[in-house]
């Protein structure tokens, strides 16, 4: 088993050593951009982690693929803030700010293309499934980010929908970076398949933690502006619950306040605050937090049945480093 220090420096050292061509420069610098601002790799890491399951030492079969992982959810990132209209990213401006929107859109489809070329130098024995794997999660992700937009326009979204749809936004690129990794050290199949589950379950836990932190988490600590979801209108799994839980007079209230202006700073600060209140009134956040845990348990069961001991510590604290912000 591969240690942990040893992980952390070759995702380190993958990421301050990766290239991309270098001309035109307006294509290719916002991809620098992305990879130089950071965050915290987790699919990477989450790759090679599951790999050190089943290898003694880290073999470049897996540095490109792991790498390609953190390429596409960087493209996924660039279209998002896009659609989003975000003007910050962890804490610096979005490509679309800094730049401009067309760049962006090109920008973010060269790294796309940059990710499939990195997951196509998994090894042959393990290429064409690790390769099924990527273009079906990639599929996914744009599925899922489809329902994003028309839950957008939609006040009947029930939970139900609400959590499939992310885990095809979030949860199978978090699963598919457990599965590749596992697939690349040659596991058995049933080991892959937990943990993907495993994975998956992450992911939800972790999307649920991001919405809860859009509304309630330090601005400084969250990397982007609080009450985006909320300025946006989206149906984040708050707005979800909220619905779910109110009387009639409080559904009515909260669909008034997702409808408020946010023409000036005033205007934007009132509809936070008038809808955060609403949610605090419901109870929501408690839930927020119960359901990230619940979902965390329903991961490491998963993990549980692949491996003990120490491998399944390794799991247990990777998650732990992923709803930790969110206790």
Same mark, same amino acid.
Request: glycine share 8%.
């Given at each position: 088993?591969?240690?942990?220090?040893?992980?952390?420096?070759? !995702? &380190?050292?993958?990421?301050?050593?990766?290239?991309? @061509?270098?001309?035109?420069?307006?294509?290719?610098?916002?991809?620098?951009?992305?990879?130089?601002?950071?965050?915290?790799?987790?699919?990477?890491?989450?790759? *090679?982690?599951?790999?050190?399951? #089943?290898?003694?030492? !880290?073999?470049?079969?897996?540095?490109?693929?792991?790498?390609?992982?953190?390429?596409?959810?960087?493209?996924?990132?660039?279209?998002? +803030?896009?659609?989003?209209?975000?003007?910050?990213?962890?804490?610096?401006? @979005?490509?679309?700010?800094?730049?401009?929107? &067309?760049?962006?859109?090109?920008?973010?489809?060269?790294?796309?293309?940059?990710?499939?070329?990195? !997951?196509?130098?998994?090894?042959?024995?393990?290429?064409?499934?690790?390769?099924?794997?990527?273009?079906? @999660?990639?599929?996914?992700?744009?599925?899922?980010?489809?329902?994003?937009?028309?839950?957008?326009?939609?006040?009947?979204?029930?939970?139900?929908? #609400?959590?499939?749809?992310? $885990?095809?936004?979030?949860?199978? *690129?978090?699963?598919?970076?457990?599965?590749? =990794?596992?697939?690349?050290?040659?596991?058995?199949?049933?080991?892959?398949?937990?943990?993907?589950?495993?994975?998956?379950? /992450?992911? /939800?836990?972790?999307?649920?933690?991001?919405? #809860? /932190?859009?509304?309630? =988490?330090?601005?400084?600590?969250? =990397?982007?502006?609080?009450? $985006?979801?909320?300025?946006?209108?989206?149906?984040?799994? *708050?707005?979800?619950?909220?619905?779910?839980?109110?009387?009639?007079?409080?559904?009515? &209230?909260?669909?008034?306040?997702?409808?408020?202006?946010?023409?000036? +700073?005033?205007?934007?600060?009132?509809?936070?605050?008038?809808?955060?209140?609403?949610?605090?009134?419901? =109870?929501?956040? &408690?839930?927020?937090?119960?359901?990230?845990?619940?979902?965390?348990?329903?991961?490491?069961?998963?993990?549980?049945?692949?491996?003990? $001991?120490?491998?399944?510590?390794?799991?247990?604290?990777?998650?732990?480093?992923? !709803?930790?912000?969110?206790?």
């Amino acid at each position: 088993m591969i240690r942990q220090e040893k992980i952390d420096k070759a !995702i &380190d050292t993958l990421f301050k050593e990766i290239q991309f @061509t270098s001309e035109p420069p307006g294509l290719y610098d916002p991809l620098r951009y992305m990879i130089a601002i950071g965050g915290k790799r987790l699919r990477p890491r989450l790759c *090679l982690i599951t790999y050190s399951l #089943y290898k003694d030492k !880290i073999r470049p079969e897996i540095l490109e693929p792991a790498a390609g992982l953190e390429v596409y959810h960087s493209f996924t990132l660039i279209h998002d +803030d896009i659609m989003d209209r975000s003007p910050l990213r962890r804490g610096v401006d @979005t490509v679309w700010k800094k730049w401009d929107t &067309d760049t962006a859109i090109l920008s973010g489809d060269m790294m796309c293309i940059d990710s499939y070329s990195r !997951i196509s130098k998994a090894p042959k024995k393990s290429a064409a499934k690790v390769l099924a794997l990527f273009s079906r @999660t990639a599929a996914q992700v744009c599925e899922g980010q489809q329902y994003d937009m028309e839950f957008e326009r939609r006040d009947d979204v029930t939970m139900e929908e #609400y959590m499939n749809m992310i $885990g095809l936004k979030t949860g199978v *690129l978090i699963a598919c970076a457990a599965k590749m =990794g596992a697939l690349i050290a040659g596991a058995p199949d049933s080991d892959c398949d937990f943990l993907y589950g495993y994975g998956y379950n /992450l992911g /939800l836990a972790f999307q649920v933690a991001d919405d #809860y /932190l859009d509304a309630f =988490g330090d601005e400084k600590v969250f =990397g982007k502006p609080i009450g $985006g979801d909320i300025l946006n209108s989206k149906k984040s799994w *708050l707005t979800i619950r909220s619905l779910e839980k109110a009387s009639p007079d409080q559904r009515a &209230d909260l669909l008034l306040a997702m409808a408020m202006p946010v023409g000036s +700073d005033e205007e934007k600060a009132a509809k936070i605050a008038k809808v955060k209140g609403l949610y605090e009134a419901l =109870g929501v956040p &408690d839930d927020a937090r119960q359901t990230i845990l619940d979902l965390n348990a329903r991961a490491l069961e998963a993990a549980a049945k692949v491996c003990k $001991g120490v491998r399944y510590e390794r799991l247990r604290r990777f998650a732990d480093s992923l !709803i930790g912000r969110a206790k």
